[in-house]
């Protein structure tokens, strides 16, 4: 259907028919949970166009918006991530929540210490990054009397590692190929682990 001035109104049907649209849509399904930044550098895209596409592609339902204080990513609408899959995609774009996940993952149990030691950082910063892991879901604190241990939910789990059936879950899907992300690089956790792992305690009972 062409408006006026010749203009052809954009619609779920033909939307991906622009090819920059098409570019950017392809780029959002290689790596879901992209921001604008991202997709500027992958797609060389400059800002204003950027903007302006992403807008008709939300406008058409042909991709989803994920909105944190300071960042919008975005998502194929397809279905594949449930809103729990796209946090847990938002954090593993992060640096240190993508760390934390994979110690966790490892070695259950650690200590907001232990976390500290770890990735370098101070105390205080682990529990900032884990009050909002915590609040979503994510990790889940306990304590044995003495101090508070942390463990990825059971949510967190069955997402993050490959069940008995064999799925493909967030880190092996097809649509985020090997090293897409940070989490899939566990080289410098897994050395750090190794180090930490002999001196973390067992909790009774877990």
């Given at each position: 259907?062409?408006?006026?001035?010749?203009?052809?109104?954009?619609?779920?049907?033909?939307?991906?028919?622009?090819?920059?649209?098409?570019t950017?849509?392809?780029?959002?399904?290689?790596?879901?949970?992209?921001?604008?930044?991202?997709?500027?550098?992958?797609?060389?895209t400059?800002?204003?166009?950027l903007?302006?596409?992403?807008?008709?592609?939300?406008?058409?339902?042909?991709?989803?918006?994920?909105?944190?204080?300071?960042?919008?990513?975005?998502?194929?609408?397809?279905?594949?991530?449930?809103p729990?899959?796209q946090?847990?995609i938002?954090?593993?774009?992060n640096?240190?929540?993508?760390?934390i996940?994979?110690?966790?993952?490892?070695?259950?149990?650690?200590?907001?210490?232990?976390?500290?030691?770890?990735?370098?950082?101070?105390?205080?910063?682990?529990?900032r990054?884990?009050?909002g892991?915590i609040?979503?879901?994510?990790?889940?604190?306990?304590s044995?009397?003495?101090?508070?241990?942390?463990?990825?939910?059971?949510?967190?789990?069955?997402?993050?590692?490959?069940?008995?059936?064999?799925?493909?879950?967030?880190?092996?899907?097809?649509a985020?190929?090997g090293?897409?992300?940070?989490?899939?690089?566990?080289?410098?956790?897994?050395?750090?682990?190794?180090?930490?792992?002999?001196?973390?305690?067992?909790?009774?009972?877990?």
């Open positions: 259907m062409l408006l006026f001035g010749g203009y052809r109104r954009v619609s779920r049907k033909n939307v991906l028919g622009h090819a920059t649209r098409s950017l849509y392809r780029e959002i399904v290689r790596r879901p949970g992209s921001d604008a930044a991202t997709l500027a550098e992958a797609t060389g400059n800002e204003n166009t903007r302006y596409h992403l807008m008709k592609l939300v406008e058409t339902g042909t991709i989803i918006t994920f909105v944190r204080p300071g960042v919008v990513r975005y998502f194929p609408n397809q279905g594949r991530y449930s729990f899959e946090v847990l938002h954090y593993i774009l640096d240190t929540p993508c760390a996940l994979q110690f966790l993952s490892h070695c259950p149990g650690m200590t907001r210490q232990e976390l500290a030691n770890a990735l370098d950082i101070s105390g205080p910063s682990v529990s990054q884990m009050e892991l609040a979503d879901g994510v990790v889940e604190n306990r044995d009397g003495r101090s508070n241990h942390y463990f990825l939910t059971k949510d967190a789990c069955r997402a993050l590692k490959r069940p008995a059936d064999g799925e493909p879950t967030i880190l092996q899907h097809p985020l190929p090293g897409a992300y940070p989490c899939h690089r566990e080289d410098t956790a897994r050395e750090a682990i190794a180090v930490q792992a002999p001196s973390l305690p067992r909790i009774p009972g877990v």
